[in-house]
């Protein structure tokens, strides 16, 4: 066992610590213990929960286990996402298919030129990051599309009575949600490093792998992640907007009755 | 109608429901090619949506329209708005130059043919260069229908198009669409103003709640009850 990970006993430990802030807030008379409580065991029972989990894929369940649990990611990615973007229509499966499309890429690629194993140990946790990653695109992209096909539908029109087709009238509003939605992750990026110890680098500084090494793994996570994030963003404004217009070039009704 | 040219605009037992909202009840009429019909009646009575059937920016839940007796769904559709332009009530501006601007329907024009169409408008040809952020309500309102113009149309859909103009503006763009119907065109013009309506329409077609009150035979002077 790596003596830097703590015991069951430093964990029970720690405990303490949320006692302390269970303490603040009835101090501060914040009526939040009960929810601190709350947090605190959903926590541990959820973390414990899916770490048994894991335990059984890894050693059970081979690379076929590892696409059913990222499937099963990408299902609830999709549904968050579509939450987000509520109003827009045919949101669930816009949605799911672009963080689909962001993940199958990214991972597919790293799978295929053998840059990362095809364990579950290793696939699991690099394909949960693209998921968080297309999803938090995708879901930004599919909010700022509902604003700009709102915003802007007089100019959408004006446009459309033209004569444009639907893709050249809507192309300024798209490239503006694709902007909103990539610039926080070619932004995090960029100061990867300077501002934070980033995830993955800091798991394995943690559980005793050279620093050096760490960085490796980072580097390709960096690299998938903004990948992930385009490809679901572009993913999700194609297919919302074929979901906003019609056969006819026509951008549909906001209501979303036909 | 004088029974001796083909409609423009045909509608058949026309419906547009909105959720639980009626737009258009059963509309039944025809629009003359050649000439101007004025849609009036007062808000909310269905007008706008009833011009904006004719570019197919509205599709109906039942009923057909017909052009020239072809029904709508079966011509291409990005044909049919460069043929049958469509300029809103408010003036929406697409980029950042007048030239760019009058460009956005047709890139090829050039410069010539822009200056001309800035002139058709009564605007000064000079402008071509300028920035389009400093027009005034009205000068953006005419670049709009210069715009429309551009890429010559055979019917104008007018909706409302001097509501918000001062009185030059509002000559000025009477002015494009009399010279407009003089060389053959068609319009149609959603108007609440009387007096407007019997200065360009020929005919004239009262909506009230999503339903037609009068034929299109009838004469401007029937209809003095909308102001």
Redesign the interface.
């Known amino acids: 066992m790596n003596p830097a990970v703590p015991t069951w006993a430093g964990v029970a430990t720690s405990l303490a610590l949320v006692a302390l802030a269970m303490a603040i807030a009835r101090r501060q008379r914040l009526h939040l213990a009960r929810e601190i409580t709350i947090a605190a065991a959903r926590a541990g029972a959820q973390l414990t929960a899916v770490g048994a989990i894991l335990l059984l894929v890894f050693t059970h369940a081979g690379p076929a286990g590892a696409a059913g649990w990222l499937t099963l990611m990408v299902l609830i990615a999709g549904q968050v996402a579509a939450r987000r973007a509520r109003g827009l229509p045919r949101a669930l499966p816009v949605a799911t298919g672009a963080v689909a499309a962001g993940t199958a890429a990214t991972v597919g690629t790293l799978l295929a030129l053998g840059v990362i194993s095809p364990q579950p140990r290793v696939v699991i946790p690099v394909g949960g990051m693209v998921v968080s990653g297309a999803m938090t695109a995708a879901a930004v992209t599919l909010t700022r599309l509902r604003e700009e096909a709102a915003a802007g539908r007089p100019a959408i029109e004006a446009r459309l009575s033209l004569g444009l087709p639907a893709t050249q009238a809507f192309r300024p509003h798209l490239h503006a949600a694709l902007r909103t939605a990539l610039i926080p992750s070619i932004d995090s990026t960029k100061t990867v490093g300077l501002i934070s110890l980033p995830g993955a680098m800091t798991g394995l500084i943690l559980a005793g792998v050279s620093p050096l090494t760490a960085i490796r793994y980072q580097i390709v996570v960096m690299y998938m992640l903004v990948a992930a994030a385009a490809l679901a963003a572009l993913t999700a404004a194609r297919l919302a907007e074929r979901a906003l217009f019609d056969d006819a070039h026509r951008l549909r009704p906001q209501d979303g009755t036909r | 109608m004088t029974g001796d040219v083909a409609p423009l605009f045909t509608l058949d037992q026309v419906t547009v429901?909105?959720?639980g909202t009626l737009l258009l009840d059963q509309v039944t009429c025809h629009f003359p090619a050649g000439a101007c019909t004025a849609l009036t009646g007062p808000s909310g009575a269905g007008k706008t949506t009833l011009l904006r059937l004719l570019?197919?920016?509205?599709?109906p839940?039942d009923g057909r329209v017909r052009l020239h007796g072809a029904p709508l769904?079966s011509l291409d559709?990005?044909?049919l708005?460069?043929r049958v332009?469509?300029v809103?009530q408010?003036p929406?501006l697409?980029t950042g130059e007048i030239l760019d601007e009058l460009r956005?329907?047709?890139p090829d024009l050039d410069r010539d043919q822009a200056a001309r169409l800035l002139e058709q408008v009564s605007l000064p040809a000079a402008m071509l260069t300028r920035s389009t952020a400093g027009l005034s309500g009205g000068e953006a309102q005419r670049l709009?229908l210069a715009?429309?113009l551009a890429?010559r149309p055979q019917v104008l859909l007018l909706d409302e198009p001097t509501s918000a103009l001062d009185a030059g503006s509002t000559r000025a763009v009477e002015q494009v669409a009399g010279s407009f119907l003089a060389v053959g065109g068609s319009v149609v013009l959603v108007s609440h103003d009387a007096a407007q309506t019997s200065r360009i329409a020929g005919h004239v077609l009262v909506l009230h709640s999503g339903q037609l009150t009068a034929g299109p035979a009838r004469q401007i002077a029937n209809h003095k009850e909308y102001p």
């Open positions: 429901r909105r959720g570019n197919r920016l509205e599709e839940d769904a559709v990005l044909a708005r460069r332009a469509l809103a408010t929406v697409l956005a329907g047709r709009c715009r429309a890429a």
